[in-house]
């Protein structure tokens, strides 16, 4: 079973800066379509950004013009750099990871199998 390691994340102050890391066990992330999707205290989870194999990302309204994702296949890491953050950033953060394309749509998260383990971002205003 696909295994997704999370490491970064953290508290900061109103726009400050945060980045987020994902490596892979097993998959190849060179064909796989991986992003990143949060949920916050009484809320759904919701996408943030994904990355297709052929290098194509979207991301959530909210978050474009301040968050970048990228991946190093060699590395197997995916990673999220996170700038101008804000209160409404707060949220557990979880990698995801499926062999399927995304190339300008939101797959249904049910289609994710691979999930990291969550890491708590905190934005104070």
């Known amino acids: 079973q696909e295994q997704l390691v999370q490491s970064g994340g953290g508290s900061v102050q109103a726009g400050g800066n945060l980045s987020l890391s994902c490596t892979a066990t097993?998959?190849?992330?060179?064909?796989?379509?991986t992003g990143w999707y949060r949920q916050a205290p009484g809320k759904e989870r919701e996408g943030v950004a994904l990355?297709?194999?052929?290098?194509?990302?979207i991301y959530a309204d909210s978050v474009k013009g301040r968050f970048t994702i990228s991946k190093d296949t060699a590395k197997k890491t995916l990673t999220l750099q996170m700038t101008n953050l804000k209160p409404d950033d707060t949220a557990v953060y979880y990698c995801?990871?499926?062999?399927?394309?995304?190339?300008?749509?939101?797959?249904?998260?049910?289609?994710?199998?691979?999930w990291g383990q969550g890491t708590q971002v905190t934005v104070s205003s």
């Open positions: 995801v990871a499926e062999g399927l394309t995304c190339i300008g749509h939101w797959p249904r998260i049910a289609e994710f199998g691979a």
């Open positions: 097993k998959i190849i992330y060179r064909n796989w379509c």
């Open positions: 990355l297709d194999s052929g290098g194509s990302s």
